[in-house]
């Protein structure tokens, strides 16, 4: 997961889809929940300039919303004074020294600041700078041993148009690198200034740089495997002709949304929540409610790791944190209509800190609309009932990240029956290396002539900080039981169903089982339905491989959330990331694991789920030279939340066909088939 060159570091020339802010008059917050804005980050960095914080080699490489406590949340009333703060991470960049400040926005001050000292046990370094790709690239250039490198391999022609391709350490506890502050460069060729380096890696080349000394601490050169000669671009001009047999599809709402949105208040049929956004963790979701009922306080993934199965120099050691490392909002796409997202559209303004603590604007950074979705019921009656159909429909509340040569999107699916899907997308361009064409390598499948790309993993960690009819919940795995054949079972066609409750931080890890339909239940500790059970949801998983790395391995340690599919919390407003704060070269043991070291109760208290969700990716050669979407994701569905289905009063379509005599219902293809007419 190689990084494009973000050489555009300073306020003047932001990076791609990032555009400076030259106005930030008007700019007020109206609830504590809405996203920063662009005055209130130029105000922190005025603070913190005030403060002596952030001078000329200092950088931010996170600034970040403060958290408020629940208790504030719920004493504040429109109108009433809100207390805006970031955290912020500084770095002093000549030095590699580390603090962390806790910025007022509102009173004008630095309430807190602390030193955090990355060169100590359990290690860990703030967020890549966007201007560290660019230095790093020139580090490696000028590198007298990387240009010898290249002249060995018979490059010394190809160096200037070479892209030197950043990527974190992950964390092998060399003497050399241990509490410093290291990326690695792999390198790939371009034939020119507008060819992609994907399709020619330089294989066994890889160089490690020190980023506060700006020095190469190593390199290693190992083998002589010919760069690939073959193309990888993927655009018109080099695909050709597009084709022409696919029709026009128009997707109209001539009376508009269904939606209604007031700042960052969305309200849509029964639901209703607030969206959010921040440079780490992308969209957040606040406050979703269904019939103004709580089902969670917050929502959003936080964090995804993507470790490689390769035993090689240039890849053994990566397990990319896009969020903890790289800043996957910071990293967000400006998204398009007609391109990204079908519609009538409602887009929302993202803002952002910059490498220098400036504001900087993603246009349009996330998207949201209404979908069709096929069949939300039918029958059909042999009698004068006849048949019924109605048609579902989604709100869809989306953003797009790019990291390197990937791209994910991360979508939130609200439906009409009170069920949310989350489901997160990649696509963009597989990491390859280099092989002998026709050669096989157990790590690594070829999928074009002399690529190979490894076997690695997208293992993403969702945070739901659930709030089913208020924050004191009860927590069971179920399980779908089979009853030997016996007095039981005298047919031997009976099963039925356990649910075990699970009541502390330790009991609460666990892993799914499809064999058994596992399913994970959050009840209400105080509200019942009109059968006298308690209200719940259903954490519904979706198959996923758990992280495939050995459970003594480097990765395992920093990224052991993903050793379980689910992991429950007691709520901890500053337990937010399941790899920890700064997963960067950090040594492991931070995050989940201990956040639940005290393994504390959570049978009717306010806890947090974290689901384990994601993709096991061994990529074949339809994924080049770009990927098709691969999808993973999970439900959060109603059990016994609501009385009945909450969908019955849904009208019929709009496209409906006319209804023949003696029909009471919809019978048209507009109601039961997948298109208009």
């Not at 690939?228 to 084709?243: E, H, K």
């Not at 969020?323 to 519609?343: I, V």
């Not at 039918?378 to 009698?383: A, F, I, L, Y």
């Not at 059970?533 to 993903?562: C, G, N, Q």
Request: hydrophobic residues 40%.
């Amino acid at each position: 997961m190689t990084h494009h060159d973000h050489s555009h570091h300073d306020h003047a020339d932001a990076p791609a889809g990032l555009l400076p802010v030259t106005d930030v008059t008007g700019q007020t917050a109206r609830h504590p929940r809405d996203p920063l804005t662009a005055a209130e980050i130029e105000r922190a960095r005025e603070i913190l300039v005030a403060a002596g914080l952030l001078g000329d080699a200092v950088r931010v490489p996170s600034l970040l919303p403060d958290e408020y406590d629940k208790a504030e949340l719920a004493a504040w009333r429109p109108g009433d004074e809100i207390d805006r703060r970031v955290e912020v991470t500084l770095l002093e960049t000549t030095t590699g020294a580390v603090t962390e400040a806790l910025v007022s926005i509102t009173k004008g001050e630095v309430v807190a600041q602390s030193p955090h000292d990355p060169t100590t046990a359990p290690y860990g370094q703030p967020q890549y700078l966007f201007e560290e790709y660019e230095r790093a690239a020139r580090i490696v250039k000028a590198s007298p041993e990387w240009q010898a490198a290249m002249a060995r391999r018979g490059l010394a022609d190809r160096m200037e148009l070479a892209f030197c391709g950043p990527l974190a350490p992950g964390f092998v506890g060399r003497a050399n690198e241990v509490g410093r502050r290291v990326i690695r460069s792999l390198t790939f060729l371009r034939d020119s200034e507008d060819d992609l380096p994907w399709a020619h890696p330089v294989e066994g080349l890889i160089v490690h740089i020190d980023l506060v000394a700006n020095t190469v601490i190593g390199i290693e050169d190992e083998g002589d495997i010919p760069v690939p000669a073959g193309s990888g671009n993927y655009t018109p001009d080099a695909v050709g002709p597009a084709r022409e047999t696919l029709k026009p599809i128009e997707i109209t709402q001539p009376e508009g949304p269904s939606f209604r949105v007031d700042g960052h208040r969305v309200q849509w049929e029964n639901w209703s929540l607030r969206v959010d956004f921040n440079a780490r963790e992308g969209l957040v979701l606040h406050d979703v409610r269904f019939d103004d009922r709580p089902v969670l306080s917050r929502a959003s993934v936080p964090e995804m790791v993507v470790p490689y199965g390769d035993t090689s120099n240039t890849r053994f050691w990566i397990s990319y944190f896009d969020a903890g490392e790289y800043l996957l909002g910071k990293n967000a796409n400006h998204l398009e209509l007609g391109c990204d997202c079908l519609g009538v559209i409602r887009y929302f303004d993202g803002y952002v800190a910059d490498d220098h603590g400036h504001a900087v604007k993603i246009p349009g950074v996330v998207c949201m609309h209404e979908e069709d979705y096929g069949i939300l019921w039918k029958h059909t009656e042999p009698s004068i009932v006849g048949s019924h159909v109605r048609r579902s429909r989604r709100l869809v509340i989306s953003y797009f990240a790019t990291i390197g040569n990937y791209d994910y999107g991360f979508y939130w699916y609200l439906y009409l029956d009170g069920s949310i899907q989350v489901e997160a997308k990649a696509t963009g361009i597989v990491f390859v290396g280099a092989g002998i064409p026709g050669s096989s390598n157990p790590h690594a499948p070829e999928i074009a002539p002399g690529i190979f790309a490894p076997v690695h993993q997208h293992l993403f960690s969702a945070r739901l900080d659930v709030a089913i009819d208020g924050e004191d919940n009860r927590l069971f795995e179920v399980d779908a039981v089979r009853i030997p054949m016996g007095e039981r079972n005298p047919f031997g066609n009976a099963f039925t169903w356990s649910a075990t409750p699970l009541r502390t931080e330790s009991e609460a890890q666990r892993e799914a089982d499809t064999s058994v339909a596992r399913v994970w239940e959050v009840q209400s500790a105080s509200k019942t339905n009109y059968i006298g059970k308690p209200t719940a949801y259903h954490l519904i998983p979706e198959p996923t491989a758990l992280l495939m790395a050995d459970p003594a391995s480097s990765v395992a340690a920093r990224a052991t959330f993903a050793t379980k599919h689910l992991w429950a919390t007691a709520y901890d407003k500053q337990a937010r990331w399941p790899a920890g704060r700064y997963p960067n070269a950090h040594q492991g043991g931070a995050g989940l694991p201990a956040y639940a070291a005290g393994d504390r109760s959570i049978d009717g208290e306010d806890f947090v789920l974290w689901h384990t969700f994601g993709l096991t990716h061994i990529p074949r050669p339809e994924d080049w030279p770009i990927m098709p979407v691969d999808y993973a994701g999970f439900w959060f569905k109603p059990y016994g939340f609501l009385d009945v289905n909450p969908a019955m009063d849904v009208p019929e379509s709009s496209q409906a066909g006319h209804v023949r005599s003696g029909d009471a219902g919809c019978c048209g293809e507009g109601c039961a088939c997948d298109h208009g007419h």
